[in-house]
């Protein structure tokens, strides 16, 4: 069963800095998202992405995050300048709304730590 | 808004045993989607089980199956015979239906199943 690949699994980077998280979505699968999780609470929505844009991104998706599909395959998340309270898992997903009540697929997660 | 809530932090059942999860959930929409995911401890989130809230029929898979309630806007999951590899968080899961498909998620309830 095909399913969505996410790297790397663990990222550790120094407050300031910036990190890219990659994910490759299933192939035929259209609406991407990325969302996080703070250790031992929810998972929270981010964004989710449509046709090459943004269709909604919730409060947490500040300025300093931004998202890109820099080519056919990968869906990547950047955060400009890590904060301590940007560690979390960052789990990526995909749905393909051609089929109704598609529900998300998710990948395994990257975890990040910004020390 | 919508809002996803799981009373239950924490659960324990005995091998073999059935156990239940509750869900309650708030929004005003009449057509949506409702979930609920496994994350064990390997931080995957993996689906469980879906319900369609234009459907009156609960739905079933395998062990699983929810007490879906459109009116008290409730969501149940049942998992019958209690297995070890059931051991792990589960998410109750919101979805509306329409573009973007942006999920709401509870807080989780963590079950551990006792050998």
């Known amino acids: 069963e095909p399913e969505v690949t996410q790297t790397p699994s663990h990222q550790v980077t120094q407050m300031g800095q910036e990190v890219i998280l990659r994910c490759v979505p299933i192939?035929?699968?259209?609406?991407f998202y990325w969302y996080r999780q703070i250790l031992g609470q929810k998972v929270e929505f981010l964004v989710s992405?449509?046709?090459?844009?943004?269709?909604?991104k919730s409060e947490i998706f500040d300025d300093q995050f931004s998202v890109e599909r820099p080519d056919g395959s990968n869906f990547t998340l950047k955060i400009r300048s890590t904060k301590l309270e940007d560690s979390a898992m960052y789990f990526c997903a995909s749905s393909d709304n051609r089929i109704l009540n598609s529900p998300l697929h998710f990948g395994n997660g990257t975890r990040l730590t910004v020390t | 808004a919508q809002t996803v809530t799981q009373s239950q932090p924490e659960m324990s059942v005995q091998e073999a045993e059935t156990v239940t999860l509750s869900c309650t959930y708030d929004t005003s929409e009449n057509n949506y989607y409702l979930f609920w995911y496994k994350q064990p401890p390997s931080r995957q989130m993996i689906l469980v089980i879906r319900?369609?809230?234009?459907?009156?029929q609960n739905a079933t898979e395998n062990r699983f199956s929810v007490n879906f309630q459109k009116a008290a806007k409730s969501f149940s999951l049942k998992i019958s015979d209690s297995q070890l590899g059931d051991t792990a968080m589960y998410f109750c899961a919101f979805m509306r239906a329409n573009t973007g498909n942006q999920f709401y998620f509870g807080t989780g309830t963590s079950l551990t199943v006792i050998p």
């Open positions: 319900q369609e809230a234009y459907k009156q």
């Open positions: 992405f449509y046709n090459n844009e943004i269709s909604e």
């Open positions: 192939s035929n699968h259209l609406y």
